[in-house]
């Protein structure tokens, strides 16, 4: 009878593993819904490929990046050979991101012991490519040990003289993130294991410090401007993210932090300061993560959230802090399993902002994921939130795990359990989570930099595994799913012979459509309208009347309808300008010739006073605006200078800024001008 039953037992469970299974196989992954996804671009270089960075890139001075991409990583161009190790790899892909333009490899020639990767760049207010890392080296003493790599490249991809350099000394030494401050300089995060050399006589602990360091322009260091930062116990500390605070200058770094476990059991914690320009004592030294666990946290992203969508207050408010994005694994975190995604809101003093709304099984911040490794790497600030990115290899088919997040993942139809993108959108103020999704292919996936563009969409980067089982750059450019809502017109400021047109904008919404038509006739189309936008009447058939709209465009192809403004009479301005001078718009081509901007600045550098001048094409009379912008777009002086038979040249006296590189904005009607200035 127990034979019987045993083997009816055993047929019973095999049965309902095999339906099991078959289910299993029959379910779908679905298409993602809440992104739409534009293109996306594979780059298989060599072995284990990795992208670990991406950056919009501006290379014609518009002050908009929209001129293509910049990655930057590592390769493994000969797995297994004698030149066996990893490269930094950089390559510039065009706009539609289907070519690459050039790409460069760099290689530290401490073969087979290579250990070359790019981890982080930016482009810089001269507009040159800024890259940091590590590089495998004997540069300091004759044993070979990674070196802190740092590069500078035009936008075409040559190094500029002197360049790549390193800095350390005789322990391993990374440069993982780089940032511009607001005096010109680059600011470094990474981390030390010996003093000596750039470090000077600090004490550096062999297993790893905090390591922050400032170079001037053409790379020197000053050993005044580099700092190790630790906890009070042993263990391994990396820096991973440093910003420069937009409102007071000051630099924000976080990362991984073993020597803060207040156990000294070699368990992580996320440690964030907020150091002095002059490298003093940290002004705030924050560490969030523990809650009476021994397990691993800690910050891979740093970024400074605004309450205005892309602005930087001058006099922020208290609660406009920094936001940090990285892993959480105390116990069983919150989903009972591994690592998960975790964020930590601060305000502008450090001292966390609580989500209300999302899973916490830490003393600060919220988590997100399943019940599988889930690891976050970098964060956005996106309308609709805070857009999240790392890797998962949790799915909510996981039956033992009830809340899992994670709504899809390609291991669906594989027994095989394999890693993916994932995105997660989280409310930015409860950390609520929204909505997620996943992308990648059959094989382990992930992602390591997402980027907003400046038409609204996203840029992630990382790698994808391939056919052959090694990996590849992996970018995806894709938008939000959104309903844009229409812009609120003004009444129309008519006159005689011209209408001002304006309306409400959105700093979230990137780009305006203005129409506008006389009478009956076609529509004229002006993309990428400013407001206030002036017309006039452009012909004498006898019809004066005018209708015209405006409709959002909040990414490549999402916009809204067209709102409806007011219709307004305008007189025909005849064809001499002299009875249009009150309003005639001064086109941009009026400007330009030669691809230069007629509006001079001179002396350049200045050391306080330069003269403005600008010839228009048409002699007119008028009032007009000069603003001097720092690198954060904010209006540090502002002047009001009368043209004057179409010429202005005036001299500007007694700017007292910071030292650095700043744009004179003459405005003219709702047409902008802008001229590259260096304060000294």
Known sequence: ?????????????????????????????????????????????????????????????????????????????????????????????????????????????????????????????TGHILICGSTATNHFGSSVNRNAWVGKMDVDGNWVNGWPKQYGSTGDDIAYDIAEDLSGNYVIAGTASASGNDLGSQTVHSDGDYWVFKIGATGYLNTNYSKVYYGSNSGNDYARSILVDCSTGQYIVSGFCKSC??????????????????????????????????????????????????????????????????????ADGCFGGQHDFWLVKTDNVLADVDFSEACVDADAGGAYGGKLKDNGHSVVQACEGYLLAGITKSNNLDLTCS??????????????????????????????????????????????????????????????????????????????????????????????????????????????????????????????????YVITNPTNDGVNSFSWGVRARCSPNYWSSYTGGDGFNISYCGSSPVN???????????????????????????????????????KVNREATVEIVDQLERCVSTYTVEVSDGLIDQQFEGINVPPGFYLVRLSVDGEIYKARIVFQ
């Not at 039953?5 to 339906?19: A, G, K």
């Not at 490929?49 to 908009?64: G, L, M, N, R, S």
């Not at 493994?76 to 460069?104: C, H, K």
């Not at 081509?589 to 050391?607: A, G, M, T, W």
């Open 1 to 125: 009878m127990k034979l019987l039953l045993y083997c009816t037992l055993t047929i019973f469970c095999i049965t309902f593993l095999y339906h099991i299974r078959q289910l299993k196989a029959q379910c779908t992954c679905d298409a993602p819904s809440n992104i739409s996804i534009n293109w996306s671009k594979p780059i298989d270089v060599g072995i284990d490929d990795v992208c670990w960075d991406i950056i919009p890139i501006d290379d014609d001075q518009d002050a908009v990046a929209d001129d293509g991409y910049i990655v930057v990583g590592s390769v493994n161009s000969d797995a297994g050979g004698a030149n066996s190790g990893m490269d930094i790899y950089i390559a510039r892909l065009n706009t539609a991101g289907t070519t690459i333009v050039w790409d460069e490899a760099w290689d530290g020639g401490m073969s087979p012991a290579n250990q070359d990767v790019a981890y982080s760049i930016i482009q810089t207010s």
């Open 261 to 330: 476990d207040p156990q000294n059991t070699l368990h992580s914690q996320a440690n964030i300061l907020k150091i002095p320009t002059n490298f003093g004592t940290p002004d705030y030294n924050e560490t969030y993560g523990y809650n009476g666990s021994n397990q691993d946290f800690g910050s891979y992203g740093l970024i400074q959230p605004h309450s205005t969508f892309g602005t930087c207050a001058v006099t922020p408010d208290p609660l406009d802090g920094f936001l940090t994005i990285g892993i959480q694994h105390p």
């Open 403 to 532: 809340n899992c997040q994670v709504q899809c993942n390609h291991y669906d139809c594989d027994e095989d359990e394999t890693e993916d993108i994932w995105l997660v959108m989280v409310n930015s103020e409860t950390g609520e989570y929204i909505w997620d999704e996943s992308l990648g292919a059959s094989g382990d996936d992930g992602a390591y930099s997402i980027k907003r563009v400046h038409d609204g969409s996203y840029v992630v980067a990382g790698y994808l595994t391939n056919a052959n089982g090694d990996t590849d750059f992996y970018i995806v450019n894709f938008e939000i799913v959104t309903t844009c809502v229409a812009p609120v017109l003004d009444d129309p400021d008519i006159s005689t012979y011209c209408s001002t047109l304006s309306w409400t904008t959105d700093p979230c919404v990137p780009y305006y459509d203005l129409r506008y038509r006389e009478g009956t006739g076609a529509w004229v189309l002006v993309a990428n309208a400013s407001s206030p």
């Open 580 to 618: 249009c001078t009150s309003c005639t718009k001064l086109a941009s081509q009026d400007l330009e010739y030669d691809n230069k901007n007629v509006l001079n600045v001179y002396p350049n550098p200045s050391s306080g006073s330069f003269n403005l001048s600008c010839q228009f094409s048409l």
